[in-house]
Each structure stands twice: as C-alpha cells, then as structure tokens.
C-alpha cells in the first residue's frame, strides 16, 4: 500500500470516505471485534478451542480487503480526481479489482505538449506523427471494448489542415460513439487555419461539459439537451449562433467566453437553469443582455477603452458580481446595483473611473473589493452583514462603513514611479490611518507587508506606517485563524524580515516561530504543484530570532533589496524603541524556485 504514495493513498481514502461506503465496512468490522473481546472478558471459562477460534476468526476480519469491495463507479469516480495518468497507474497495485479497473479508466487525457516532453529530441514531423497515432491507438482500442467514455482530454500544439482534420474528426467520433460526457478540446492555430468542430458533436445527448479553444464552430443545427457547461476559448463567434447554441441547449448551468471574437451583441434568455455567465476580453461586444431568473454567478472583464453595456437587469437571483472595466463599474454603481437583493460578493474595477464618490447600499452584501483606485476620493458603505473589505489602488479613498461589522479587511497601494513613498502627511497615510482607528484595537491583528519584509501588530494599539512606495495592510479578527493569511504571504512574497509587535509578556512571537520552524524533511502538500508553484516550505532554508541593535547594513555595493530592508529596520528602531511593548525580528533564508527545480 505504501508504494501508491502517501498523498494519492490519503486521497484515495478521503473519497471512499465520502461516499462512506469503506468507512462503514472497517467500523462494522471494528464493532465486531470489539464485542467478541468483551466476551472474552466475561467468559473467562471457555475452552481453548472457542478462544483458537475466535483469533481465527479475529485474524480473518481483520485481512478483509474493504477497498476492492468498492462498486466499480466510485472506483472510476477516484480515479478521476487524480491528477495524472501515472497516478491512475499507481493505484494498480491496491488488489486486482483495481489493477482490472485502471486499464477500463474512462478520463483520457492527451497532452502533445507532455508526450513532446517525454519524448525529448526526436525529429518535430516524426514527434507529431506519433502522438497522432498514440492518440488514435488508444482511442480504436477503447472503442472496440465499447465501453463508455466519461471525458476526453485533447491538446494540440498546432494544427495542420490537410493532415489532421481526418484526426480529430476520428477521434471525436469515437468520443460521441462511446457517450461521451466531458470533451476538452484545445487546437492550436497554424497559419491562420482552424479546426471546424465536426458536426455529430452537436447532436450529442450525452454530452454534459464541453471545453473548446482555437476551433471554429459553424453548425447551424444545434441539439445538446443535456449539456450543463460551456466553455469556448479563442473562437470565432457570430450572432446566430449563438442564439442557435443558445436555443438548443436548455440545460446550460456555467457559461464562458474568454477571449472570443466577432462577437458584438450577446443576448442570453430562455436558460432557466444558467447559473454562472463569464464574459472575459471578448474586445468587441458592444452590449451584453442577460435575462436568467436563477443566475449567481456574473464575471466581466474588458479592456479599458472598449465601451460596452452590460444589462442583467432580470438577474435577481445574483449573489457574486465581478466587473472589472470602469465604464460598466460606474453603469452598475449607478443604475443597476439595487436590482441584485441577494448580492454577497461584490468585486468593482475603478480603474480610470472618473467617478469620485460612490454608494454602496445592500443588507445582504458579505464581501466587497474596490480595484484600480486612483480617482475615487470617498466611498459610503452601507451594508449590515459585510464582514471582508478590500481596497487596491494608487490612493485610499475615505471609507464610510454603517455599520462598522468586518472580520477582514485588507489594504494594498503602489505609488506611481516618481510619487512620494508613504508617510506622515501624506493623504495615504491619513487616510489608512483613520480606517484603522476604526476597529477595536484589542479585538483586531494588523499585517503591513512591504516587497521583503513583513511586521505583524498583535493588537491595534501604537500602529505607524513604513515609509515605502508600496505598502500592504491587513487587519484581521485576533480569534480568527492567522496561518492562512501569513501561509499566503509568505508564500508570496519570501520575506527577509518578519517582524511583530506585541505586547512584553505576549506568548504571540514564539508560536509564529514555532509555526514557521516546523519542517518536514519532505513536504507533501503540494505535491502534485510544478517547482515554481510550491508552498513557500519546500523553499525555506532557516529561520532565525535577530537583534535589530545589531544588523548594519554597508553603505558601499547594496542591494534594492538590502536597501528596502535596511529602511525596514530603521522605521523599527525608531517609531517602537521608546514605546511599552516588544519587537521580535525573524530573519529568514530561501532556496531560490531555480535551486529548488534543480
């Protein structure tokens, strides 16, 4: 069992258990044995032959394989979440119900980009021939079980249009032969020349997810009844198909746009289960009409000097808004923000928004995020439950909050090259200031962060402000969990110095040490993560407690980065060396992503 692998082996465990089906079988087998042991307590005359026996049979439970008892279905639904081929593998060597059922896996996944890796220096006509041919191999093969196909992965690098479109209409084929429910397909374009999507894809009625980048898409006759998501990626579009898209697929719950073209105007209606809409860079929409009772989900995202309108005037239902294009920002502030009553996630763009004010009225609204603040000058706030607040900009506009309810708020500015850094004074300054003398001083943590360096207030008391250009701050609840914010930090940012303020007799600076000090020798958390995507554990080298008295830093060949630091420690020693409390400093070392890769 252990050669599956600790992590795959604790996954495989956590979805059985879910479905708590191996869970019952191991307790049910537990309480059995537990009640033949209390009579062995109670009959302490029975013969040998009755005790023999019942460590036989003791010995025969406690062998019974429960995780091939498994139904073939949730053995198959395992197996899907794994994140690799390799892995699906590896799991094999389990029992032989298992090392039967990978072989039948109906997630196929095929990646040119890995095969051309794996590969390695072979000829590039020789290495795309054979990956055509790997993938029609294994496809004719599953084909001729006539097994059913839960989703089929396929990724080309590029695509040639006198060589594969024979290809790719094969293998859909077979995808659509075999009930397909997920198909991923992702073409790369070769002199301007795409791959038309063949025709039998759009009368699947086993078809529930459908991905699809650098195809193009023209059938006229669309009929997926059970299709639920859409996502289309780098595809032509036009109007009437997509209202033919639209009015043959009924049962679309998640629908995406990301980077589409021709498209102007996209009306959406008569979808009464859509429940998600992502509008991302399509550069020509001039206006967007969405009428979906059930909708909860809306994320637009455009360039700044593309103006479109965006209604979603019907979409009552809506709970999480992201708008990320000043003009249609300052449309909603103004005119369509009332129509959303049960809104509780709230992610506005201010970039370049001429507005200077705005109002933000909703009783249910939880979490709310200003973007791109460099005009905005005061925002008003009124909403009973919002408990997250965030705001990222140039400036700190003046915030208003009724009533003042957060567990979370963060705060992040980056002055344009050239503006004076953060400071006594400065309108930054004040206007941070004055929002976090807004919050109970004993209930809340700040965290300030600053490129290399980190300083973490235990409590809101004697807080000052590091004169640097860019400078993050967030307050959080002192009984909320701090290991996630500071986990994200430092895996963000690799930090220098950690620095926290506290009280004399404050405990709160050991176990920050402690927490950042425990180091497996090999940490699994990530495991599946590429080198340049770990948790910051796999890079740190040390950590250690550091006298600010004595760290000096040499005027001649220093670093920015040495320098920032150096300017860290200075606002240290002289805004708390005089105050009543105690500054604990951590130094802290990394291997660099390339090392670590290495």
């Given at each position: 069992m252990k050669l599956v692998g600790g992590t795959v082996f604790l996954f495989l465990i956590m979805i059985a258990s879910y479905y708590q089906i191996s869970l019952h079988m191991i307790s049910e087998s537990t309480r059995q044995r537990s009640e033949e042991d209390n009579i062995d307590w109670v009959q302490e005359d029975a013969s040998m032959k009755e005790t023999e026996d019942r460590t036989n049979s003791d010995q025969k439970d406690t062998s019974v394989d429960h995780i091939s008892q498994l139904p073939d279905h949730i053995i198959h639904h395992i197996l899907s979440h794994l994140r690799n081929v390799k892995d699906v593998i590896r799991t094999s060597i389990l029992s032989k119900k298992w090392r039967a059922l990978w072989y039948s896996f109906s997630v196929l996944i095929f990646d040119e980009r890995k095969f051309a890796a794996e590969i390695g220096h072979e000829d590039g006509s020789n290495m795309e021939s054979m990956f055509r041919n790997y993938v029609t191999h294994a496809l004719l093969k599953h084909d001729a079980k006539k097994s059913h196909l839960q989703k089929l992965v396929v990724h080309m690098i590029a695509f040639d249009l006198l060589q594969d479109t024979d290809y790719l209409d094969l293998w859909l084929s077979i995808a659509i032969c075999r009930n397909i429910k997920e198909l991923d397909l992702h073409i790369g374009i070769k002199n301007n020349k795409r791959y038309t999507l063949t025709s039998c894809v759009f009368s699947s009625k086993a078809l529930t997810g459908m991905r699809l980048s650098g195809c193009e898409l023209t059938s006229d006759n669309v009929t997926l009844p059970n299709l639920q998501k859409l996502y289309l990626h780098k595809i032509p579009l036009v109007e009437h198909f997509i209202q033919n898209l639209i009015s043959g697929c009924h049962s679309i719950e998640d629908l995406r746009f990301i980077k589409c073209s021709g498209l102007k105007h996209l009306q959406v209606s008569n979808l009464s289960k859509l429940k998600r809409v992502d509008i991302h860079h399509c550069t020509q929409l001039k206006k967007v009409v969405i009428n979906a009772p059930k909708l909860e989900t809306f994320w637009y995202c455009g360039k700044k000097t593309t103006h479109c309108k965006v209604s979603l005037e019907e979409c009552t239902s809506l709970k999480r808004l992201t708008l990320e294009h000043p003009q249609v920002t300052r449309d909603f502030c103004e005119n369509q923000l009332s129509n959303f009553p049960v809104l509780e996630k709230l992610h506005l763009s201010m970039s370049n928004n001429k507005s200077k004010y705005v109002i933000i009225s909703n009783p249910h609204l939880q979490k709310l995020t200003l973007k791109g603040c460099q005009k905005l000058r005061n925002a008003v706030i009124d909403a009973s439950n919002l408990v997250s607040f965030e705001c990222k900009g140039e400036t700190m506009p003046w915030v208003e909050v009724h009533p003042l309810s957060f567990t979370y708020a963060?705060?992040?500015?980056?002055?344009?090259?050239?503006?004076?850094?953060?400071?006594?004074?400065?309108?930054?300054?004040?206007?941070?200031?004055?929002?976090?003398?807004?919050?109970?001083?004993?209930?809340?943590?700040?965290?300030?962060?600053?490129?290399?360096?980190?300083?973490?207030?235990?409590?809101?008391?004697?807080?000052?402000?590091?004169?640097?250009?860019?400078?993050?701050?967030?307050?959080?609840?002192?009984?909320?969990?701090?290991?996630?914010?500071?986990?994200?930090?430092?895996?963000?940012?690799?930090?220098?110095?950690?620095?926290?303020?506290?009280?004399?007799?404050?405990?709160?600076?050991?176990?920050?040490?402690?927490?950042?000090?425990?180091?497996?020798?090999?940490?699994?958390?990530?495991?599946?993560?590429?080198?340049?995507?770990?948790?910051?554990?796999?890079?740190?080298?040390?950590?250690?407690?550091?006298?600010?008295?004595?760290?000096?830093?040499?005027?001649?060949?220093?670093?920015?980065?040495?320098?920032?630091?150096?300017?860290?420690?200075?606002?240290?020693?002289?805004?708390?060396?005089?105050?009543?409390?105690?500054?604990?400093?951590?130094?802290?070392?990394?291997?660099?992503?390339?090392?670590?890769?290495?």
């Open positions: 963060k705060l992040y500015f980056v002055s344009k090259p050239g503006h004076r850094v953060v400071g006594y004074g400065d309108k930054i300054w004040i206007s941070v200031k004055s929002f976090i003398e807004k919050f109970n001083p004993e209930e809340f943590k700040l965290i300030l962060y600053s490129n290399k360096n980190i300083v973490i207030h235990e409590d809101l008391n004697n807080v000052t402000l590091p004169p640097m250009p860019d400078l993050g701050c967030e307050i959080i609840k002192s009984s909320a969990c701090m290991d996630d914010i500071l986990f994200s930090l430092l895996r963000a940012l690799h930090p220098v110095t950690l620095s926290i303020i506290s009280s004399p007799d404050s405990k709160f600076p050991k176990s920050v040490y402690e927490m950042i000090k425990i180091k497996d020798e090999d940490p699994n958390c990530c495991i599946y993560n590429a080198s340049n995507n770990k948790c910051w554990r796999h890079f740190l080298k040390d950590v250690n407690f550091e006298d600010l008295n004595h760290v000096k830093f040499e005027d001649t060949e220093v670093s920015k980065e040495d320098k920032r630091t150096s300017t860290w420690y200075n606002w240290l020693q002289s805004e708390y060396a005089t105050l009543k409390c105690q500054v604990t400093s951590l130094r802290l070392s990394w291997n660099s992503r390339q090392q670590h890769a290495l």
